[in-house]
């Protein structure tokens, strides 16, 4: 049986549950996006002053002077593009990490998915949880407002029309392929959040039957 999630990947519960059970503790923040502030992010330094927020970086370097120096994790970087490519690598690996059985030699325990198991049937499990989340995750493609599954499609349609072809993630919508692959890890991280919040709120049902 799958373990409780830790106390990391509590906050990703479902939204009805979070917003019945927080109600009674007067909590605002929703879970969901609480998990997803585990991703990497990149943090903005202007002199000795830090912040998360691009525009408020750039309102400090007009008014300081000073270069903006981006940061991903400990990773430092002069310009923006770097950075950015840096974060959506960092971010990839935690996703793919994330998804993957670890194995301890030594100990013989399983890490999957923020969770410790020494049951091969569950992390076999955990496994094919994430890894069936993840492929839930699609990209597909926008031309002009005409979507297509087909890269090599959306492709033609773009020369063909003198439109830019837009990567599709859910809701979002870029014409950056850095910023694509972005999308892509975030969602997928969010659908196995989501995944095993589904499965401890099943788990959790069953045993109170």
């Known amino acids: 049986m ?3 999630i830790t106390m990391l990947l509590m906050m990703a519960v479902t939204l009805a549950t979070v917003n019945s059970a927080f109600a009674e503790d007067g909590a605002t923040e929703c879970p969901i996006s609480a998990a997803m502030k585990n991703l990497p ?3 903005f330094q202007v002199g000795a002053e830090q ?5 408020s970086a750039g309102k400090l370097a007009e008014k300081t002077g000073s270069p903006i120096v981006y940061f991903v994790g400990k990773e430092k970087f002069e310009n923006d593009a770097d950075a950015k490519l840096a974060l959506v690598e960092a971010t990839e690996a935690m996703v793919a990490s994330f998804a993957e059985p670890h194995t301890c030699k030594i100990s013989g325990t399983t890490s999957i998915a923020g969770q410790e198991t020494s049951c091969s049937k569950t992390s076999a499990k ?3 949880l994430m890894s069936v989340a993840m492929k839930s995750v699609k990209q597909t493609y926008s031309v002009d407002g005409e979507e297509c599954h087909c890269p090599n499609a959306a492709a033609a349609l ?4 003198g439109q830019p072809k837009l990567f599709c993630v859910g809701e979002e919508k870029t014409d950056c392929k850095v910023t694509a692959r972005l999308n892509l890890a975030r969602a997928q991280y969010r659908a196995m959040v989501e995944a095993l919040a589904a499965a401890e709120k099943t788990e959790m049902t069953e045993a109170k039957s």
Do not use: G
């Open 2 to 4: 799958i373990r409780r």
């Open 126 to 128: 955990l496994a094919s």
């Open 41 to 43: 992010q990149i943090t």
């Open 158 to 161: 773009a020369d063909k029309s």
């Open 51 to 55: 912040t998360h927020c691009s525009k």
